[in-house]
């Protein structure tokens, strides 16, 4: 099976700006979880959709925003882009099979630098 | 509050040695913990998992424990090869909250 792909890869942009980032999971799966690593808090929770609901969050700003599309890919928006916003966006995916249902497997993410 | 914790940021062990890698966690409700190797820039590689029923489980080089009374956990990687330097990630989770807690990581070098 192919892997979790995220696009675009890199992607530079200015304060106040707003940003699409996208992801495609494993085929079948239909759990996406969208995660932030940074240097200083490390890799952090941002949401979760299952079968195109938001299903879990995690405590950032309104400003991030997502959804999912009834094939199962994400996209992930920010808005009102802020120097600190500067991270690696990271997708992972998980499907049901039994015994397996946390394993999470993570695409190659989304560098974003915000100036 | 770090709910999952890995209080050695870096690991230096010989090619051919084990290598221990630990993770102690705080949340008692965490069910499920998954073990992820990381390259700078690239996303997390799931290496192996364990269920809280089981203390113990085994894939190749690698051997996760688990001992719930203690709230810890173990990453061994037997034999230890050059391919193995990276960050590993400990992480957590738990059913009804599908979010993964992440440690903050260990960098481990495989010396030559």
């Known amino acids: 099976k192919a892997g979790v792909t995220q696009t675009p890869r890199y992607l530079i942009k200015t304060r106040g700006q707003q940003v699409t980032l996208s992801c495609s999971p494993i085929?079948?799966?239909?759990?996406v979880s969208w995660y932030q690593q940074t240097p200083g808090q490390g890799l952090q929770f941002l949401f979760e959709y299952f079968s195109e609901t938001q299903r879990n969050k995690g405590n950032f700003p309104g400003r991030f925003s997502g959804r999912q599309f009834s094939n199962s890919r994400s996209e992930m928006n920010v808005s009102t882009l802020e120097l600190g916003d500067s991270a690696l966006y990271l997708c992972a995916s998980s499907g049901e099979e039994r015994d397996r249902y946390y394993e999470q497997y993570f695409g190659p993410g989304t560098r974003l630098t915000v100036t | 509050d770090q709910q999952v914790k890995q209080n050695s940021p870096s690991l230096s062990v010989q090619e051919g040695r084990i290598s221990i890698l630990n993770c102690d966690y705080t949340n008692s409700m965490f069910d499920y913990f998954l073990w992820y190797k990381k390259y700078p820039a690239e996303g997390p590689t799931f290496l192996i998992s364990i269920s809280s029923i089981k203390d113990k489980n085994e894939d190749g080089r690698f051997t996760v424990f688990l001992n719930k009374s203690a709230k810890h956990l173990s990453l061994h990687i037997v034999p230890s090869q050059p391919g193995d330097s990276a960050v590993y990630f400990c992480a957590a989770i738990y059913f009804g909250n599908e979010k993964l807690t992440f440690g903050t990581g260990t960098r481990l070098t495989i010396i030559p």
């Open positions: 085929s079948g799966h239909r759990s």
